[in-house]
């Protein structure tokens, strides 16, 4: 009995000196970051959300804030998850009130669909370590072709053969065909918005043959764009 007694004094004797050591520590921690000596960035808005078309190669994007703790913060390091996002920040410390700017640029080229990013801001202060910003942009194509192969077999009828074509906020410049074994009969509005119909035929099927229409059209950033349907015989 009188063993087990000191085991249970001992055990306690151990407990009060953790909480001895944590009260200690919580206290150091007190003095050296006063509960009012805190820095905060606040954002206007940690998330962007916008669609574009995927004729531009690059989307640029910023994120405001302001310091609106008591005390200068420290930027320590910005990690985007993915390398298509790159930031452009060179100021690190942002004193009591100040303004600031986290600027960058997404990889647009050969990405379709939406895109869901996360930046993580890594700062000096305790109670604003990590920061999360959003980025998602939903790329458009400029042009969505069904189909984009145009076949008819040898010795077949030549039958007309219709390609439908929806701009996404594009201008039409040109359709052409190269070569001279196909021609392009008509085109005109689809059903659908912004949906026109090419209908093409072959001048002949006795021959093999193979060419491409071409279809041109010009993006809101003024770029032209030249994409194709394939035409064969065999």
Same mark, same amino acid.
């Given at each position: ?10 055990? *306690? ?7 001895? %050591?944590?009260?200690?520590? &919580? ?63 060179? *100021? ?48 458009? *194509? ?11 077999? %040898? ?41 026109? &119909? ?37």
């Amino acid at each position: 009995f009188y063993s087990l007694h000191m085991q249970i004094i001992f055990a *306690k004797s151990i407990l009060f000196m953790k909480i001895i %050591k944590i009260i200690k520590s &919580i206290i150091f921690i007190a003095l050296i970051y006063p509960i009012n000596a805190i820095g905060e960035l606040k954002f206007e808005s940690n998330e962007i959300s916008d669609t574009i078309l995927d004729n531009v190669t690059a989307y640029h994007f910023s994120y405001k804030f302001q310091n609106t703790g008591n005390t200068p913060i420290k930027i320590t390091s910005i990690e985007p998850i993915c390398g298509c996002t790159i930031i452009d920040q060179a *100021k690190k410390v942002y004193e009591k009130d100040e303004k600031g700017v986290i600027s960058g640029v997404f990889d647009v080229e050969n990405r379709i669909g939406l895109q869901e990013k996360i930046i993580f801001i890594k700062t000096d202060d305790l109670g604003q370590s990590v920061i999360k910003l959003y980025l998602n942009i939903n790329i458009l *194509k400029t042009l969505d072709i069904t189909p984009q192969l145009l076949f008819w077999s %040898k010795n077949s009828k030549a039958k007309e053969k219709n390609i439908s074509v929806n701009l996404n906020k594009s201008e039409l410049v040109s359709i052409s065909i190269e070569g001279a074994e196909f021609n392009i009969l008509k085109y005109q509005n689809g059903n659908k918005k912004n949906e026109f &119909i090419i209908t093409v035929s072959p001048k002949s099927t006795q021959t093999p043959a193979k060419d491409k229409l071409e279809i041109k059209t010009k993006g809101q950033d003024g770029k032209e764009k030249s994409s194709y349907v394939y035409l064969l015989i065999r």
